[in-house]
């Protein structure tokens, strides 16, 4: 996860948290980790791209307070934070060329996606990383939240003594569960935003969300069927493997008309802390990652 690799310039941080609209999944780096999680109330966050996220900032401040380690209450102790893929956008750019210079980048990648943003670009916490492609292209990953969304969650966490000082999505954190270099699709379902990921080499090719209206088989399958399409027609082989999470509750016959319709293996998300639900996996693949890099 290169993305990540900036953590490697300082100690690694101790905690990592996740929130969703169900709750605050929360791990402490460790061997083994410490993972828990703690429910929230009913509309205290309410997941969007567009308006503010936190409904109820007290009682979420108040929740994350009870996180916070006893000891000296003025230590800064330093923390990832983990959004809702609906919270934040994720493109991946393709470039022939790209320039060198930081400045440049920045006004470039700003002008690719702009005009396919809900909100203003300018008013966006922005983040982008370099893949380098076989044949001399680049591809960037770009992922943006507007600011002021970022800074209602991050809000709580400053206050209760945390340094959010890497703040990523859920799908993002969760492509460190994603083992080998063959391609391969992950989907995840939270509630009704459905979140589908294309990877080949160790890279990130495609992440795009989708608010479902049912969520029935079909209308899932309706979507993977251009994903695949996609993979097939720019990608080097068909993707074998499309790895589920959120679907614990499904019927065996939805994994079944995944394996039938696409012709692909189906397995579920795997971690070594346990099985990824959707409101962790974002959380598992960070601490994964933590415990890999150490």
């Known amino acids: 996860m290169g993305i990540l690799a900036g953590l490697l310039k300082d100690p690694p941080p ?10 605050i999944a929360m791990g402490r780096h460790g061997r083994p980790p410490q993972i828990g999680f703690q429910p929230l109330e009913p509309e205290v966050i309410a997941v969007s791209a567009v308006r503010d996220n936190v409904l ?3 009682v979420l401040t108040a929740q994350v307070q009870t996180l916070a380690p006893a000891g000296d209450a003025r ?3 330093r923390a990832v934070l983990i959004l809702p893929d609906g919270s934040a956008r994720v493109s991946v750019l393709d470039f022939d060329a790209f320039p060198s210079e930081a400045d440049q980048q920045l006004a470039l990648v700003k002008f690719r996606v702009k ?5 203003e670009v300018e008013t966006a916490r922005l983040s982008y990383f370099l893949q380098a492609v076989p044949g001399g292209r680049l591809d960037v990953v770009v992922a943006l939240a507007p600011l002021e969304v970022v800074a ?23 492509l460190a569960l994603v083992r080998g270099d063959a391609p391969a699709v992950l989907v995840k379902l939270t509630g009704r935003l459905l979140t589908i990921s294309v990877l080949e080499g160790g890279r990130l090719k495609l992440l795009r969300s989708i608010e479902l209206a049912e969520g029935t088989a079909e209308e899932i399958l309706g979507h993977l069927y251009p994903t695949f399409a996609y993979a097939e027609d720019q990608l080097a082989a068909r993707p074998g ?3 589920t999470c959120g679907f614990d ?3 065996p016959e939805l994994s079944q008309a995944f394996e039938a319709e696409l012709g ?3 397995e579920p998300l795997r971690s070594r802390w346990g099985a990824p639900t959707p409101y962790n996996a974002g959380l598992l693949g960070c601490l994964e990652w933590l415990e890999d890099t150490a």
């Open 14 to 23: 101790k905690f990592v948290f996740e929130l969703s609209e169900a709750g």
């Open 56 to 58: 109820r900032l007290e």
């Open 75 to 77: 230590k800064r102790h």
């Open 115 to 119: 005009k396919s943003l809900p909100f």
């Open 152 to 174: 209602r969650f991050e809000a709580p966490f400053r206050a209760a003594g945390f340094h959010p000082g890497l703040v990523t999505s859920s799908t993002l954190a969760a």
């Open 241 to 243: 493997r499309l790895l």
């Open 249 to 251: 509750g499904a019927s």
């Open 264 to 266: 692909v293996a189906v």
